[in-house]
């Protein structure tokens, strides 16, 4: 419910958009990784991103739920959502932000490099981030490919002491989005 509320606040703070200005998925990929060499790899994924992008603007905005990333190890999801993401306080991260320079009719089937710009929300902080990101047209669709990293201390996400060696407060985070 808190989803569904949440995805139609992003289409209405969008104001009017007629269909072919805007482009969304609600399964989109995001992986992150915090692995250190010579320990276990900390790496979770999750389809279930929801992204908005108004074509006409360049305004994008996304959301996932927190507890959607899974985990290789079960034991090592329940850690992270329970010690770490604390995803019952905090559900959900969210970005909002605008692509510079973006032009639809700009876009082919060859990946262009855009910057994005924004707020990215997680652990309850905000914090401005810039995306590099490569984007492409595939038929009528918006592919956006991203990779970037976060520092967990930016966003109050505290790493116990004991598993500190074995966990990178440096995260990498990818995203592979196709819009509709």
Same mark, same amino acid.
Do not use: C
């Given at each position: 419910? $808190?989803?569904?509320?949440?995805?139609?606040?992003?289409?209405?703070?969008?104001?009017?958009?007629?269909?072919?200005?805007?482009?969304?998925? $609600?399964?989109?990929?995001?992986?992150?990784?915090?692995?250190?060499?010579?320990?276990?790899?900390?790496?979770?994924?999750?389809?279930?991103?929801?992204?908005?992008?108004?074509?006409?603007?360049?305004?994008?905005?996304?959301?996932?739920?927190?507890?959607?990333?899974?985990?290789?190890?079960?034991?090592?999801?329940?850690?992270? +959502?329970?010690?770490?993401?604390?995803?019952?306080?905090?559900?959900?991260?969210?970005?909002?932000?605008?692509?510079?320079?973006?032009?639809?009719?700009?876009?082919?089937?060859?990946?262009?490099?855009?910057?994005?710009?924004?707020?990215?929300?997680?652990?309850?902080?905000? $914090?401005?981030?810039?995306?590099?990101? $490569?984007?492409?047209?595939?038929?009528?669709?918006?592919?956006?490919?991203?990779?970037? +990293?976060?520092?967990?201390?930016?966003?109050?996400?505290?790493?116990?002491?004991?598993?500190?060696?074995?966990?990178?407060?440096?995260?990498?985070?990818?995203?592979?989005?196709?819009?509709?």
């Amino acid at each position: 419910m $808190k989803r569904a509320l949440f995805v139609f606040a992003l289409f209405l703070s969008f104001g009017s958009l007629s269909a072919q200005s805007k482009k969304v998925t $609600k399964t989109g990929e995001i992986t992150f990784e915090a692995s250190v060499p010579a320990f276990e790899e900390v790496k979770a994924n999750s389809r279930n991103a929801t992204f908005v992008l108004n074509t006409d603007t360049g305004e994008i905005a996304s959301l996932i739920l927190v507890k959607s990333f899974r985990f290789k190890i079960a034991l090592m999801e329940e850690h992270f +959502n329970e010690n770490y993401i604390e995803s019952d306080r905090y559900p959900k991260a969210t970005f909002k932000g605008k692509i510079d320079n973006f032009k639809l009719s700009a876009l082919s089937e060859s990946a262009k490099d855009f910057a994005i710009r924004g707020k990215l929300e997680l652990h309850g902080k905000t $914090k401005d981030v810039i995306i590099p990101a $490569k984007i492409q047209k595939s038929g009528e669709d918006i592919v956006i490919n991203a990779a970037f +990293n976060v520092n967990v201390d930016d966003f109050g996400i505290d790493i116990p002491s004991i598993v500190s060696k074995k966990v990178s407060k440096n995260v990498n985070i990818t995203i592979n989005s196709t819009l509709k």
